[in-house]
């Protein structure tokens, strides 16, 4: 649990913390948009049985929590960040964040951190991801807008 702690939350946050000095009302939006849907597709994940989180607590919450409020919030924010406010060519921050997503999930996988069950597999993880920033990219220019992404650089 300490692992996922440090790597998942606290590692996370201090790239956070550099981003939210750089873009606050970006961070805040989206860190927070994708905190919240990563928190209901993991919990659904985790209590339909299609994969597990190692090590498991006895609270299924905390499986995952941590990475939804860390690891995942932030590459978020980064995802929004390189979009909206540096202005990178949509597709190369949409293969560059699902390379790096689906990377480091592979590497949880080989190494015990996740595990898979019900036929749910690396595949259909690159398709969860791709929805889920497919999803933030759609919220993030309902964001530009409405005017709240507006940015002095």
């Known amino acids: 649990m300490y692992f996922i702690i440090i790597a998942g939350f606290i ?21 927070l948009f994708i905190a919240l849907l990563s928190l209901i597709l993991n919990q659904l994940g985790i209590q339909l049985g299609y994969w597990a989180v190692r090590p498991k607590t006895e609270i299924d919450l905390l499986d995952s929590l941590f990475l939804d ?24 921050v949409y293969l560059g964040t699902i390379f790096i997503l689906n990377g480091l999930e ?9 595990q898979y069950c019900k036929g749910w597999n690396i595949g259909l ?8 920033i497919i999803l933030l990219d759609l919220y993030s220019l309902k964001m530009k807008k409405f005017g709240i992404f507006q940015f002095n650089k």
């Open 11 to 31: 590692i996370p946050w201090c790239f956070g913390i550099f981003l939210y000095r750089k873009a606050p009302i970006l961070f805040l939006t989206s860190s």
């Open 69 to 92: 409020l860390g690891y995942f919030a932030i590459a978020g924010a980064y995802f929004t960040y390189f979009i909206q406010y540096k202005n990178y060519k949509r597709i190369w």
């Open 106 to 114: 592979f590497l949880a996988l080989s190494t015990n951190r996740v």
């Open 125 to 132: 993880t690159f398709l969860l991801y791709l929805g889920g």
